[in-house]
């Protein structure tokens, strides 16, 4: 983070947490160390909306010119004012380097009405929209819908509003075992998503967050999803899933793995374009793995042993085909 709340990780693009509140707390948030109050539990890392911080993250885009992409989030943009939603847009699109926008927000999926009956709000996107439109720059939506169930009637009012508008809405699920977690389900969604103009976009095996464990499922159900999914409807209608593995690799293809246990659940990815060399660890739930994964992990000695056998397993399976 050059500037709090801006993360500069990958070459061409950046996440601004323009601030910290949401509509809805999710649980499994991977941003609750700044989202939202603070709890009994967590002190968090405060991204209030400030001038001066904004004025920071802006100076610091315009002094990197390879940064092309920026993912405007928090927090969540349904929460920006309208004029803080125009603040953000032309300061950005002022920026000659800045060719795309994301503006991201979990609304459509819990409030869809705001977009129906909030007009200064939609329609301050609408002219950021138009102004990037006329510089040939992209300006969209990253939404959030989990379930089919949260596609209704007014949700696609509000998407039927915004695709009259020209505006692209394209769509983020977190897989969550028991919630999402079936071949049906995700289909189901893919469909629905595709009813109301929402392109899937990604599709997260859920990360390692703190006491939602029984959220979380396996890499292997990941793939069988994917697996069952893919072919179903339009290509570019289909999600990619993606595991972002701890220690700042960023999103990787599911199935891209250089190698994974299914018995310890450790999987291992590299990420060549962002660090050359460097592996990254994916872990499955300890209390989804077979019996003798279970008494492996049960042992504090064995963890490092688990880790470091993945590793070299990966190591020479991407030795052997590629180097
Ligand atoms: C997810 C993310 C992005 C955007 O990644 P895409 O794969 O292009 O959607 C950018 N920066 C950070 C830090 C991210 O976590
Ligand atoms: S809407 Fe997004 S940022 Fe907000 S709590 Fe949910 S996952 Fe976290």
Not at 137 to 161: C, L, Q, S, W, Y
Not at 253 to 269: C, N, P, Q
Not at 273 to 283: D, I, N, R, S, T
């Amino acid at each position: 983070m050059p500037v709090p709340g801006l993360t500069h990780r990958y070459v061409d693009k950046a996440l601004f947490l323009a601030l910290d509140t949401c509509p809805v707390y999710c649980r499994f948030c991977t941003r609750s160390y700044a989202v939202g109050i603070d709890t009994e539990e967590v002190s968090k890392f405060q991204l209030r909306v400030n001038a001066d911080r904004w004025q920071r993250t802006f100076d610091y885009i315009r002094s990197r010119p390879e940064l092309e992409d920026i993912v405007i989030s928090g927090g969540d943009a349904y929460q920006l004012r309208p004029e803080q939603i125009t603040q953000i847009g032309e300061a950005l699109l002022g920026i000659e380097h800045v060719r795309r926008m994301r503006y991201a927000t979990k609304g459509p999926a819990v409030m869809p009405q705001k977009i129906l009956t909030d007009d200064p709000w939609t329609d301050a996107l609408t002219r950021v929209v138009e102004e990037g439109r006329r510089r040939h720059k992209e300006v969209v939506i990253h939404t959030h819908f989990n379930h089919p169930n949260e596609i209704t009637e007014i949700t696609r009012a509000a998407m039927d509003k915004l695709c009259e508008r020209g505006i692209t809405v394209r769509n983020q699920t977190v897989l969550q075992r028991g919630v999402n977690d079936s071949i049906a389900t995700m289909m189901l969604l893919v469909r629905r998503l595709g009813y109301v103009n929402v392109h899937p976009y990604y599709v997260y095996v859920h990360d390692l967050v703190k006491g939602v464990e029984d959220l979380r499922t396996t890499l292997d159900t990941a793939l069988e999803i994917e697996k069952g999914i893919r072919g179903g409807t339009a290509g570019f209608n289909t999600p990619t899933v993606v595991v972002d593995a701890p220690g700042g690799g960023g999103k990787r293809d599911a199935h891209s793995y250089e190698h994974y246990d299914r018995i310890t659940g450790v999987s291992v990815f590299s990420a060549p374009a962002v660090h050359p060399g460097e592996l990254y660890f994916y872990f499955d739930p300890i209390h989804l793995l077979p019996p003798e994964g279970q008494r492996r992990w049960a042992d504090p000695a064995e963890h490092a042993r688990m880790v470091d056998e993945a590793a070299e397993k990966a190591r020479a399976a991407a030795g052997g085909s590629r180097h």
